[in-house]
């Protein structure tokens, strides 16, 4: 069932979102301070092209990591309508 899923996934959007995800993070490995969050956004697109069966495990990420995910938030995470 989870290949089924994840090939209708595919087909209706998963695709897209996998190469704006790869793209993203290609942008932010330009620069030093990007490479981490460009990183991240390569674990995101690979959880996005085949999400179904996937377990995702939030780890401890302390205080730095509360300041990048406020950092990432502000130019990326906010969505303007």
Not at 8 to 32: M, P, Y
């Amino acid at each position: 069932m989870n290949f089924i899923g994840n090939i209708i996934w595919l087909l209706i959007g998963g695709i897209i979102a996998f190469i704006v995800w790869s793209i993203a993070g290609l942008i932010l490995c330009v620069t030093v301070i990007g490479i981490p969050f460009g990183v991240q956004c390569f674990k995101i697109a690979k959880f996005i092209l085949w999400p179904f069966g996937k377990e995702i495990e939030l780890g401890h990420f302390g205080a730095g990591g509360l300041i990048f995910n406020i950092i990432w938030l502000i130019p990326f995470g906010a969505k303007i309508s």
